[in-house]
């Protein structure tokens, strides 16, 4: 059974930090890309960062210099580590594995950021 399973979400002050996870399975995790997206309230699910099975990475302008995407092929699991987190991150976080054929999403993780 392929899942993709997030973790990490929570709330956090305006510029803090947290660190998601996305734990791989059922798949052949090294020859999929993988990406993070979010989607707040009110508005579409939007690209966050992505990382290519070569381990190319893109990022949204939003967020570039302030998140980090990663992966572990060994573990078939990838991350996102997000720092100087704004109100405007606030969002539910979905973990994304795609190849040739195939998409798979996460059921999501909530990131709130308020003080």
């Known amino acids: 059974q392929v899942q993709l399973v997030e973790s990490g979400g929570g709330l956090v002050q305006p510029g803090g930090s947290l660190r998601l996870s996305c734990r791989v399975s059922g798949i052949i995790f090294s020859i999929y890309d993988e990406a993070w997206y979010r989607q707040a309230p009110g508005k579409q699910r939007e690209l966050v960062a992505a990382?290519?099975?070569?381990?190319?990475?893109n990022y949204a302008d939003s967020v570039k210099g302030r998140f980090t995407i990663s992966r572990d092929n060994a573990k078939s699991e990838v991350y996102l580590q997000m720092n100087s987190l704004k109100p405007e991150d606030t969002a539910v976080y979905y973990c994304?594995?795609?190849?040739?054929?195939?998409?798979?999403w996460g059921q999501g993780t909530l990131v709130t950021v308020s003080s």
């Open positions: 990382i290519t099975r070569g381990g190319r990475t």
């Open positions: 994304n594995a795609e190849s040739t054929h195939t998409t798979i």
